[in-house]
């Protein structure tokens, strides 16, 4: 079992920057598949950022390519997103996804383990 802890979400004026971290409870994490999702009232989880194992490549949504950089840290069993230049559509509770396969998807089902999520809020 593989627990996710999440944290650095919080309140942001438009144009700021917040980093999210995803503290993984187990040391095999470093070679899953690392992801963020994040789900805004009313509407369905969205992929936003996949880094996979062991080359660390990454994949972004488009609407956030170029704003956020999602980063793992395998010695201390961390994934982090780095979010720059926020807007507000960009507010939503955000979740760290994890997966035993390397290879990172977009898809919120190929995920085993979630974390609780953490609430971004961005004014405009």
């Known amino acids: 079992q593989v627990q996710l802890v999440e944290s650095g979400g919080g309140l942001v004026q438009a144009g700021g920057s917040l980093r999210l971290s995803c503290a993984a409870s187990r040391r095999a994490f470093g070679t899953y598949a690392m992801a963020w999702f994040r789900q805004a009232p009313g509407k369905e989880r969205e992929f936003v950022a996949t880094i996979d194992w062991p080359a660390g490549a990454t994949y972004y949504a488009d609407s956030i390519k170029g704003r956020f950089t999602i980063s793992r840290d395998t010695a201390k069993n961390t994934v982090y997103l780095q979010m720059n230049s926020l807007k507000p559509e960009d507010t939503a509770v955000y979740y760290c996804?994890?997966?035993?396969?390397?290879?990172?998807?977009?898809?919120?089902?190929?995920?085993?383990?979630w974390g609780q999520g953490t609430q971004v809020t961005v004014s405009s």
């Open positions: 996804a994890a997966d035993p396969q390397p290879m990172g998807t977009r898809r919120p089902v190929d995920y085993t383990y």
